[in-house]
């Protein structure tokens, strides 16, 4: 599931709003030993995790990133930096315009173009510079009369001094740039259909709506007559859109967890945990903005630290500024992890309950591999998402989304709907992303293909330049509203929710959820004798 996003602002929403800084981290130079690159070459199994060399530089190394003083004597840190083609976009500028367009972002590209051509000038009047700098340092080796050396000694000093100067100007315009062009989204697909969310078109329905014979109930009052929800409880002690899960419904959401992870494991991922607290510059690597009245993201005071809306960020960011082989792609992985978002501006019947709230449990698919493999790993991912669905017996539609409900980093999207009787409608349960390059750009995660370790009898190792790898990530579970789908599709007209066959073995053989009986006491307190069914 997505996670909006929120461009163009210049406040953190907090838990309680501050500003957040940004780390500044020094550029650090590193060489890759020919052991190591030939034992990546000649590695015939895969490690637990993949051999990496890992730069602490930013994602764009051909910008110098060291602090620069200015007049205040306040010290100016730079953003991170993300490894953008702006000469692509310069000789793309209306394919790039039309994309912006498409999908209703506010890039502002005329300002990036402009900001891009006044560092390109600047760049070479530095260059120029420095040049005309070596050129008098060069005169002065050779003998001269001490005034000509003293012109040559005043000379040096002012083209320093402008150097300087300029460098500091080229700084600020840089990250003034990068700024601007991180609010680039990437590119689209072509057969990504163009307009709003209305205009996505249907990819695969599967199943049909059951038809009930009695009264429907949605999963709030399932919930409130199973016993298996306090909304009130964790009102007081959290907040609105907070819930404490009881009884069956806790070995509901392990079940799903555990069954999903054994079945995407199957498939090839390794399983992960992540950490749910994560660098607010990893959260806009992957192409979150945590800025703006409206972010789904949960900053913390003090620090540069966010909580996670997904398990996508922290994965992405395991390979952060890292050269893979080309031996160890691909790299799935499977994470299970909570996910908080703030749902700013969500209100409404429709997002009662379950289906929208500020933390849940998620099991995640995200997978590293080359750019020419993209396109048929995104059809593994949402085929997977299908299985897993189907073996529920849920009711669902895919949707290949349109342009203008992407989000920025997708290049193309499918979401999955399925059918809630309760709420009655449609309800999106998950989604699955292909970013191509758009978040390893921003990561610094490369690769570097095999064919390249040649030996070249003169120079010695040919090494062909790294390449970008293309990330993609999909929901296996989002475990709030796979129960709302479970609950309000298996409900019987006793009042019963039967459990579907695959989620049996990870529940202890429960078949069906039953009311409980209540016997009330003086004090006020309840005995609650929890009837569980196992009948064959």
């Known amino acids: 599931m997505g996670l909006p996003l929120c461009l163009g602002s210049s406040t953190f929403q907090t838990l309680k709003l501050t500003t957040i800084p940004i780390p500044f981290r020094p550029l650090v130079s590193r060489t890759l030993t020919l052991n190591l690159l030939l034992y990546r070459h000649n590695c015939s199994q895969r490690p637990p995790f993949p051999f990496q060399a890992r730069a602490r530089a930013p994602s764009a190394p051909d910008v110098q990133a060291s602090p620069v003083a200015n007049s205040n004597d306040k010290v100016v840190k730079p953003q991170w930096k993300a490894a953008i083609n702006f000469k692509w976009i310069r000789d793309n500028k209306a394919v790039v315009a039309n994309n912006i367009k498409n999908r209703n972002s506010n890039a502002n590209l005329e300002l990036i173009l402009e900001l891009y051509e006044r560092v390109s000038n600047l760049q070479k009047e530095v260059e120029r510079l420095r040049g005309e700098r070596n050129i008098v340092a060069s005169k002065m080796k050779g003998k001269m009369e001490p005034s000509e050396r003293q012109k040559l000694i005043e000379e040096g000093k002012n083209l320093k001094e402008g150097v300087m100067n300029l460098e500091e100007d080229l700084l600020r315009l840089t990250d003034e740039l990068q700024q601007e062009a991180q609010c680039i989204p990437n590119m689209t697909h072509p057969d990504v259909p163009i307009g709003g969310e209305d205009c996505s078109t249907l990819r695969k329905m599967v199943g049909s709506p059951r038809k009930f014979g009695f009264t429907i109930k949605d999963h709030l009052q399932l919930g409130k007559e ?19 899960l009881k009884n069956e419904a806790v070995m509901l959401e ?21 950490p749910e607290i994560v660098r607010s510059s990893v959260v806009e690597k992957c192409g979150f903005q945590p800025r703006g009245s409206n972010t789904q993201v949960y900053s913390i005071e003090g620090s540069d630290q966010c909580l996670i809306g997904t398990a996508e960020i922290p994965v992405g960011g395991i390979h952060m500024d890292s050269i893979l082989a080309e031996s160890l792609l691909p790299l799935k992985y499977v994470a299970f992890s909570h996910c908080f978002r703030t749902e700013a501006g969500a209100a409404g019947t429709a997002t009662r309950g379950l289906y929208r709230v500020h933390q849940f449990t998620k099991v995640e698919m995200f997978i590293i591999c080359q750019p020419e493999d993209s396109n048929s790993y995104h059809e593994e991912l949402i085929g997977i998402e299908e299985d897993l669905f189907s073996s529920l017996g849920l009711h669902f539609k895919t949707l290949d989304m349109a342009s203008g409900d992407l989000g920025a980093p997708a290049y193309r999207k499918y979401d999955v709907e399925a059918w809630m009787p309760g709420l009655g409608r449609y309800g999106e349960i998950s989604s699955a992303s292909n970013c191509t390059d758009y978040q390893s750009r921003r990561l610094g995660i490369r690769y570097r293909p095999s064919e390249s370790l040649s030996m070249n009898p003169k120079r010695g190792m040919n090494l062909a330049p790294t390449q970008f790898v293309h990330t993609l990530n999909a929901t296996a579970c989002a475990v709030p509203r796979m129960i ?3 609950l309000e599709n298996y409900q019987q007209e006793d009042g019963n929710v039967i459990i579907p066959e695959p989620l049996r073995p990870f529940m202890g053989g429960l078949e069906r959820i039953t009311p409980k009986s209540c016997f009330t006491f003086s004090s006020g307190a309840s005995l609650l004798d929890n009837r569980i069914s196992t009948e064959a």
């Not at 079940?255 to 992540?274: D, Q």
Request: aromatic letters at 16%; proline letters at 2%.
């Open 226 to 244: 199973l016993d298996l929800f306090d909304f009130d409880a964790a009102a007081e002690v959290s907040g609105s859109k907070f819930y404490y």
């Open 484 to 486: 709302v789908c479970l």
């Open 254 to 274: 392990m079940a799903l967890i555990n069954w999903t992870l054994s079945e995407v494991m199957k498939r090839g991922f390794t399983p992960l945990t992540t």
